[in-house]
């Protein structure tokens, strides 16, 4: 399985964005899915997860209440919807399949990574 994430930008604080993962296989829909970001000069930190059957999810402290991750089986396609951004937001995000296993929380229960997109909010 391959990742494309998409949907980053530059947005002011307090804007939105939508981001998208599109796997290039249907075996997309047997994973659970994590979002995770990575600003720089920071390690990568998880962010948001979904299971295999829409639920249930799971938020990092930091985005509960503001985020929502979601996925369309078929489009295999994952998304955040990111909203009342704020600049501590700013990172790449990444989106990756869970392992069978593992704390949902954790980079070292994730399979692999998608290629990021850029978020940046300003100011």
């Known amino acids: 399985v391959q990742l494309q994430a998409s949907g980053g930008g530059l947005v002011q604080t307090g804007g939105s964005l939508r981001l998208s993962c599109v796997a290039t296989e249907r075996t997309f829909g047997s994973y659970g899915m994590g979002w995770f970001r990575q600003a720089p000069g920071k390690e990568r930190e998880f962010v948001a997860a979904?299971?295999?059957?829409?639920?249930?999810?799971y938020y990092a402290n930091s985005v509960r209440g503001r985020f929502t991750i979601s996925r369309n089986h078929a489009k295999n396609t994952l998304y955040l919807q990111m909203n009342s951004l704020k600049p501590e937001d700013t990172a790449v995000y990444y989106c990756?399949?869970?392992?069978?296993?593992?704390?949902?929380?954790?980079?070292?229960?994730?399979?692999?990574w998608g290629q990021g997109t850029l978020v940046t909010v300003s100011s």
């Open positions: 990756a399949p869970r392992r069978d296993t593992g704390d949902w929380y954790n980079v070292g229960a994730y399979l692999f």
């Open positions: 979904i299971a295999w059957r829409g639920s249930p999810t």
